[in-house]
């Protein structure tokens, strides 16, 4: 993929393996930017590497009043990304210092389960609960519902 930061070990490179801890997310270049799909059909998060402006961040689908609570309480971390933005997505920068692993996790789930099919979030929610499940791969390890960050 293009871009200087979604080298190995990147903020974006984590993004990446958050989304695609997802069942049948597929990444495609979207625009010129790594783009993440759930069920390889519809967009849930779209990284923007210096997309008209000096910042590396990316742009996530959220629910209603998620981009508002985010941009009001820490502008520094989140904005409105444009194209996306008068539908909810909310921006989330990558280069600021101490992000917030926990929070990004979140939004990237918050994505992935708004835009999954009603089928695959079912899915994903039985086999998170598995016995078996966290023993199959680091991606597949869940707490408490969650991606988990082992690995990552």
Same mark, same amino acid.
């Not at 979604?6 to 490179?13: C, I, N, P, Q, W």
């Not at 961040?57 to 985010?70: D, K, N, T």
């Not at 309480?73 to 210092?97: A, E, H």
């Given at each position: 993929?293009? *871009?200087?930061?979604? !080298? /190995? *070990?990147?903020?974006?490179? !984590? ?7 997802? &069942?049948?997310?597929?990444? !495609?270049?979207?625009?010129?930017? &790594? ?7 519809? +967009? $849930? ?12 961040? $990316? ?8 981009? #508002?609570?985010?941009? #009001?309480?820490?502008? /520094? /971390?989140? $904005? =409105? &990304? ?5 539908? *909810?997505?909310?921006?989330?920068? +990558?280069?600021? &210092?101490? +992000? ?5 996790? #979140? ?11 009603? !089928?695959?979030?079912?899915?994903? #929610? ?15 390890? =869940? ?7 082992? *690995? +990552?």
């Amino acid at each position: 993929m293009p *871009g200087r930061h979604t !080298r /190995r *070990g990147s903020a974006l490179d !984590r993004v990446r393996a958050l989304c695609l801890a997802f &069942p049948e997310t597929q990444e !495609r270049l979207s625009h010129g930017e &790594p783009a993440w799909f759930a069920g390889g059909k519809r +967009l $849930f998060v779209v990284a923007a590497d210096h997309h008209h402006d000096s910042r590396v961040a $990316f742009w996530a689908a959220a629910p209603e009043g998620v981009q #508002e609570s985010c941009t #009001e309480s820490d502008p /520094r /971390r989140y $904005f =409105r &990304p444009p194209y996306v933005g008068p539908r *909810g997505w909310v921006g989330v920068y +990558l280069d600021v &210092p101490d +992000l917030e692993w926990d929070r990004v996790e #979140e939004i990237v789930e918050d994505a992935w389960r708004l835009i999954a099919s009603p !089928r695959l979030v079912a899915s994903w #929610e039985g086999a998170s609960t598995a016995p078996s499940a966290s023993t199959a791969s680091p991606a597949a390890d =869940r707490t408490a519902g969650r991606v988990s960050r082992q *690995g +990552l």
